[in-house]
């Protein structure tokens, strides 16, 4: 995949126009409403309905958003099968014998289980929204309307460049291993991906370096200037997210107590 297909679908999808401070506040929002919520349900319908709004109102491409979210939601998963069979409570719903042992799960941790992985459903879908359909310069633009110190906003530009600088580097001397067979068999595996390690951490510092000459050659003074348009909010974009987050705060509380099990 590539390093810079967050940036290419910020810039290029439906909702890029869309005010920037008006998102931010539904994916945080929603992010909230899923971590806060005692119950699967709620998570789960902002996990679909964000998704949907991503994919159908953003025009975000369906196999992209879904090669990224799988990500998050396998990891998600493998920590739920843990919880599952390690988290005690309830009656007991299936019995495994592995190596001489018996796990057995309950209701209690599958409920729990089902609980984890519905909140980072809901959390990933809301916060794919915002990465997915707001370029990184309008939200260093919201950051700095919200009067956030200037040094935090600075900062933050330079760590997210370093970053996609990074993964390039690894890229490329990844690419280079592979055309020399550098991941053929174990012992070549471990030899080259501690070269990679290596390598990597000297061409990040170089190119680390350059940026800054760059920067100094285009007479940086330690600012960086906020060159991101100003946004209106409509109202009928206003409307509709506050009347989906007061929908998601009602469900929050009317399905507090439902389980699965």
Known sequence: MDEHILDDLALNNALSGTNSHLKLLLGISSILICVFSPSFFTPLVVGISMAAVTVGLAKIPLREYITLLMIPVTFAASGAIVILFLTGGGDPILSLSLFGATLTAT????????????????????????????PMIQIFT???????????????????RLIFIFIGEAIAIHNAQVMRNGYNGLK??????????????????????EMLIAMDSRCYDGKFEQCGAKQTIGILPAAATGAYLCGCSVLAVVFSGITLF
């Open 107 to 134: 209701t209690g941790g599958a409920n729990l289980s089902l609980l984890v992985l519905s909140r980072t459903f809901g959390g990933m879908s809301a916060l794919f929204f915002i990465a997915l359909s707001t």
């Open 142 to 160: 919201v950051f700095h309307d919200l009067k956030f110190p200037r040094e935090f906003i600075d900062l933050s530009m330079m760590v997210y």
């Open 188 to 209: 070549n595996s471990v030899h080259a991906l501690s070269m990679l390690c290596g390598a990597l951490f000297i061409k990040a510092w170089v190119r680390g370096e």
